[in-house]
């Protein structure tokens, strides 16, 4: 073998040794750098699952937590809630037991009351309804009324209006609200009207006006003896509260 083959063959031998080393350097690097990307992409992707665990674990926590804090800030008033309808239930449970008392109406239909005084005197009242006084059981307070005093020896004295108060005991009664009372050829009328039958004395009160065929009087008050029909039309002495107007 000459040299210069030896050369030549020593040449190809050495460019295959260098190229045998660059592909395998290359496709080494190549599977290595792709590994790495491999082990890289798996470690980022256990990362990301790692943390939307640990995210989902910190949602449900955070809404037990807020279940719980729910349930601590409003357990009270839950608990309140429930005592009230327990006690409401009670209640009404009670109320189905025990019967209610019934609501009595004491109000009376078509009333008439006839007295008599010592001297005959005959004292009728009539009302369309009337019940029990709430403040005093021996007044009877009555509606839409009328009455009459008749006696013997004078005119009937006839008495109408819109309210009375009537008491037994004391034998006075009260008409109030559009009084009117005529007797004779007379008609007073007034707010109120007080007869007191123990002493036949009446007093009419409040926007008095007193009508015969001769004149017209206005008064603040003026006193009826009932027996004698005689008018009292300055009981207090006060000119002032007087007028009377002659027709």
């Known amino acids: 073998m000459s040299l210069k083959s030896l050369i030549q063959i020593i040449i190809i031998s050495i460019i295959i040794i260098i190229l045998s080393s660059v592909y395998y350097n290359y496709f080494a690097n190549n599977?290595?750098?792709?590994?790495?990307?491999?082990?890289?992409?798996?470690?980022e992707t256990d990362k990301i699952v790692k943390t939307e665990n640990l995210t989902n674990e910190t949602i449900e926590k955070k809404k037990i937590?807020?279940?719980?804090?729910?349930?601590?800030?409003?357990?009270?008033?839950?608990?309140?809630?429930?005592?009230?309808i327990v006690k409401n239930k009670i209640t009404a449970t009670q109320k189905k037991l025990k019967p209610e008392k019934p609501k009595i109406d004491n109000t009376v239909k078509?009333?008439?009351?006839?007295?008599?005084d010592k001297n005959g005197n005959k004292y009728k009242i009539l009302a369309t309804s009337?019940?029990?006084?709430?403040?005093?059981?021996?007044?009877?307070?009555?509606?839409?009324?009328?009455?009459?005093?008749?006696?013997?020896?004078?005119?009937?004295?006839?008495i109408i209006s819109d309210f009375a108060e009537y008491n037994a005991y004391k034998?006075?009664?009260?008409?109030?609200?559009?009084?009117?009372?005529?007797?004779?050829?007379?008609e007073i009328t007034c707010d109120?009207?007080?007869?007191?039958?123990?002493?036949?004395?009446?007093?009419?009160?409040?926007?008095?006006?007193?009508?015969?065929?001769?004149?017209?009087?206005?008064?603040?008050?003026?006193?009826l003896n009932i027996e004698t029909k005689?008018?009292?039309?300055?009981?207090?002495?006060?000119?002032?509260?007087?007028?009377?107007?002659?027709n």
């Open 110 to 116: 078509d009333i008439e009351y006839l007295t008599t």
């Open 230 to 246: 005689v008018i009292n039309i300055n009981p207090d002495n006060d000119k002032k509260k007087v007028s009377v107007t002659i």
């Open 171 to 186: 034998l006075h009664s009260r008409f109030y609200q559009n009084v009117v009372v005529n007797y004779e050829d007379k």
């Open 31 to 43: 599977k290595k750098i792709s590994l790495e990307k491999d082990n890289q992409k798996n470690i």
């Open 65 to 84: 937590n807020n279940v719980e804090e729910i349930k601590n800030k409003d357990g009270r008033n839950i608990k309140i809630e429930e005592t009230k």
């Open 130 to 158: 009337g019940r029990t006084n709430s403040e005093n059981k021996n007044i009877l307070d009555l509606d839409n009324v009328r009455g009459n005093i008749t006696s013997s020896k004078r005119s009937t004295v006839y």
């Open 192 to 223: 109120y009207f007080d007869v007191d039958m123990k002493t036949n004395i009446a007093k009419a009160y409040n926007n008095v006006v007193v009508k015969d065929p001769k004149s017209i009087m206005k008064a603040s008050k003026i006193i």
